[in-house]
């Protein structure tokens, strides 16, 4: 029994530490030259680990560093800033 | 009968409400280098965007006219007047204006500088208009009237890292150059930051575009 539980316990801590995933649905990112300023602006942002564009399906994919948060205020800024709108924001 | 094409489109254009042309802003705190190059044109610009809504260009413009070489030294702003943003489009309307000199006998003469840009793009097409005026101080006649359409189309759909490829084609007018009407199909190529057009105009002349925003 201890067998199951001491794993199961390490991979509850290990992922309460790992970063939180937010997808964003972008309005108007349909060139990848102009849309640089996204990943540029966001990984400026000192709570972020990775960006990634999917232009297929609309969505900024951001991956938190370990236990650090980020606004949806702050994301429809920086996306702002970046010269776009914000259709939707999903946390995983 | 190119005329009256070229007129269709600019009216087009212009009532379509949705279309335009380059991007004179960028995203916010960003820089960006361009430039524009043929036989008859070569033109230089800096330009910094502190928001999304306007930057600032240092511009140098060489144009061969039918009365001989003209260079101009141009600084302007540009400010995004609207923009839309769909799931699937964007489209934006600029205005520009400056005010600089145009290199005349070692001097520089008064030139303002007027424009309006607009585009719209998918992922699939691309449609531009611009019209810009170099109005010259005091001499009216010098005035030089260019107005360009672009349009484009994708014949793949890339992703965000991977090379992007376009077919253009530009349609351009001018008042005083060797030629009225000017015909340039492009081949467009870019990659993350860099982007590249290599034309060839109806006249033969080669036509180099080279833009990086950073």
Same mark, same amino acid.
């Given at each position: 029994m201890k067998k199951i539980i001491i794993p199961l316990m390490l991979l509850t801590t290990i992922n309460s530490f790992a970063g939180e995933k937010i997808n964003v649905t972008v309005k108007g990112m349909v060139c990848s030259f102009c849309s640089q300023g996204i990943t540029k602006k966001f990984k400026q942002q000192p709570s972020v680990k990775e960006v990634n564009v999917d232009l297929d399906t609309?969505?900024?994919?951001?991956?938190? +560093?370990?236990?650090?948060?980020?606004?949806?205020?702050?994301?429809?800024?920086?996306? +702002?800033?970046a010269g776009y709108g914000v259709e939707a924001i999903s946390r995983k | 009968m190119i005329s009256k094409f070229l007129l269709i489109l600019v009216i087009m254009t212009v009532f379509d409400g949705h279309l335009a042309q380059a991007h004179p802003v960028a995203y916010a705190?960003?820089?960006?280098?361009?430039?524009?190059? @043929?036989? $008859?044109?070569?033109? &230089?610009?800096? !330009?910094?965007? *502190? !928001?999304? /809504?306007? @930057?600032?260009?240092?511009r140098t413009t060489r144009i061969l006219t039918s009365e001989g070489e003209r260079r101009f030294y141009i600084p302007h702003f540009n400010f995004l007047a609207k923009r839309w943003n769909e799931l699937d489009s964007q489209a934006n309307i600029y205005l520009s204006f400056g005010h600089g000199g145009e290199e005349v006998s070692h001097s520089l003469k008064d030139v303002s500088l007027l424009a309006v840009e607009t585009d719209w =793009?998918?992922?699939?097409? /691309?449609? @531009?208009?611009? #019209? $810009?005026?170099?109005l010259v101080y005091k001499k009216r006649g010098s005035n030089l009237y260019m107005t360009k359409l672009r349009a484009g *189309?994708?014949?793949?759909?890339? #992703? *965000?890292? $991977?090379?992007? @490829? &376009? *077919?253009?084609? =530009?349609? $351009?007018? !001018?008042?005083k150059g060797i030629e009225s009407y000017t015909l340039t199909p492009y081949v467009r190529l870019f990659y993350r930051n860099v982007l590249t057009e290599i034309g060839v105009s109806q006249n033969g002349d080669a036509h180099f575009n080279f833009m990086i925003h950073f």
């Open positions: 609309h969505l900024v994919s951001i991956e938190l +560093k370990d236990s650090q948060k980020l606004e949806d205020k702050l994301i429809e800024t920086v996306l +702002k800033d | 705190d960003s820089n960006s280098i361009m430039t524009w190059n @043929s036989k $008859e044109m070569s033109d &230089w610009m800096y !330009t910094h965007t *502190f !928001t999304p /809504y306007y @930057s600032l260009s240092a =793009e998918s992922r699939k097409y /691309y449609v @531009s208009f611009r #019209q $810009e005026a170099l *189309f994708a014949p793949y759909l890339a #992703q *965000f890292n $991977e090379l992007n @490829s &376009w *077919f253009i084609l =530009e349609a $351009e007018k !001018t008042n």
